[in-house]
Structure formats: C-alpha cells, structure tokens
C-alpha cells in the first residue's frame, strides 16, 4: 500500500532521545525523508535518504531503517525541537509522493 | 540563498478557478523539478503536483487530477498551478517546494511560505 503511519503525538523531556516511527510497505524499497514543522511555519528538511542530513542540521538528528519501517532520532532534544514531524516517500516508481500523517513532539 | 515566493491565493467560489505562481531565486531555477505541496487547516501534508525540470511532464494526486494543471517558465524562473472546478476541500496552504538536487524527485529542500486558496461561498 502507499499509506505511511506515524504515531499521532509523543512527549519527552529536554535531553532525552525522541525516536519517532514510520511505518508502510513502501519503505522497504523507497527512500524516506523527514520534515519539521513548527506553528505557522514552512516545513523543513531534516533528514534525506533515510539518513543523510542536510546541512545545517543538527547531528543530534539522525535516521535508520528496518525493513519496512524507518525511524527519525533526535538525540538531547531541545525545546526548538518541539513540532510537527512528517516522514515522505514515494512508490515503487518513484513518482507518486505520499507523506506520512505527521507526528506531534512535545517538549515538555 | 535559494528561495521561492508564491503569490495568487484568495477566496474563490466552489466552482471557480485560481492560479497560483511560485517565483525562484538564488538557484538555477531551469535546473531542478518543482512541486505543490498543501496542508489544509489544522492538517497534514499532501502532495499536490511535480513538474519535471524541462517541463515536459507532469505528474498529480488522484485528488487533483483533471482539475489542477502545474506548468512552468524557466525564462522567467517561474512556476505555475492553474486550479479550477475548486471545491470547499482543496481549501489549504499551498507551497510551492524545490527538489534537494536535479537528479531527485521528491527531496524537498526549499520551501515558499505558502499561499492561502480558501474555497467558499
């Protein structure tokens, strides 16, 4: 299928590791990438190819993948890390994108 | 430093038609496949439409398709989303999103601020 799920919401503690999932078939033959969202902002690219990071992303960001599930790790996070998460990939083609239904970081 | 600007949202009629620009710089515009992406109130991500660098083909969500055309201008480093038979649930933000490099397709680095298409009546 193309669907891609993500957990709705998680909550962690400044300095603690937040692993947020993403789970769909399509992930055990596509690339996955991840995006950032804050409050009335555009989304930003975290992390590409399952885990290269762009530039100018903290190392604290990081991703793997298992099969047909990948995880976004954010190791120490920090309170400018609270915000929407969203996992993307794509088909077996590589055409049809699809996005995960996000995922919500609080920072307690 | 790359960056885009879309212009021509607004409140149009269920119905109606709009169209949307996204204008680049600070890369060479000619070069990457360009995108939409929209989030509707309160809500996730969606892929809307690509175009490919040349602009020669297109490709769009099942829930767009047959009404939303995605077009460029490379002499004018412009893209564009022409909308029409809009309905109340294409009401969204849209972005318009770069490619992270001219060999992907669907690595979005750069993304617009976003435009407001709100449909009612």
């Known amino acids: 299928s193309y669907d891609l799920t993500q957990p709705p919401s998680m909550s962690v503690s400044p300095g603690q590791t937040a692993r947020i999932t993403c789970s769909g078939d399509?992930?055990?033959?596509?690339?996955t990438h991840w995006y950032h969202q804050k409050p009335g902002q555009a989304p930003v690219l975290v992390m590409y190819?399952?885990?290269e990071r762009p530039s100018g992303i903290p190392e604290r960001f990081s991703g793997s993948t298992s099969g047909t599930s990948v995880t976004l790790t954010v190791s120490g996070v920090q309170a400018e890390d609270e915000g929407d998460y969203y996992c993307?990939?794509?088909?077996?083609?590589?055409?049809?994108?699809?996005f995960g239904g996000g995922t919500k970081l609080t920072v307690l | 430093e790359a960056q885009l600007v879309e212009s021509g949202g607004g409140l149009v009629q269920p119905g109606g038609s709009l169209r949307l620009s996204c204008s680049g710089s600070?890369?060479?515009?000619?070069?990457?496949?360009m995108h939409w992406v929209r989030q509707a109130p309160g809500k996730g991500l969606e892929y809307v439409s690509g175009?490919?660098?040349?602009?020669?083909?297109?490709y769009y969500a099942d829930s767009v398709k047959g009404r939303f055309t995605t077009s460029r201008d490379n002499s004018k480093n412009t893209v564009f989303l022409q909308m029409s038979s809009l309905r109340a649930d294409d009401t969204a933000i849209y972005f318009c999103?770069?490619?992270?490099?001219?060999?992907?397709?669907?690595?979005?680095?750069?993304w617009g601020q976003g435009t407001l298409v709100t449909v009612s009546s």
């Open positions: 993307q990939s794509s088909d077996s083609h590589g055409t049809h994108v699809i």
């Open positions: 600070g890369f060479s515009f000619s070069d990457y496949p």
């Open positions: 399509a992930l055990a033959n596509q690339y």
């Open positions: 175009i490919t660098f040349s602009g020669h083909t297109t």
């Open positions: 999103v770069k490619d992270l490099d001219t060999s992907a397709w669907g690595v979005f680095d750069i």
């Open positions: 190819k399952d885990k």
